[in-house]
């Protein structure tokens, strides 16, 4: 994994580099145009803001409560690679931007 000095973050360039970065669990992590497109295929995102807004709203706040454990029961029947899963899991964490031809991950909790 190397750093990226422009945007003072680390960059994942294959699926190890990301799940090292996610368990370290870096501020901002940036996955290169290279590992982008394997990235997006393979991965689930997190809801954005205004879909997690909605989905808490349409439920009257006991949405999060729910969802965490069916999202571990539906990753523990996943045949993703366990490395796929743990990086799924992980990566609820944090926050999905475009940046130029890359992605930025950073985490939520930066936002507050």
Known sequence: METDKQYNCFVANNAEELLSALEKKESFILISKHFKSDFLENTQLPMTEKEEMGFELGFRGIANMLATPIFHL???ISKDSNQQKRIDSKIRKY???KQ???LLLYLRQLDY
């Open 74 to 76: 539906i990753n523990w």
């Open 95 to 97: 926050t999905v931007k």
């Open 100 to 102: 130029d031809e890359d």
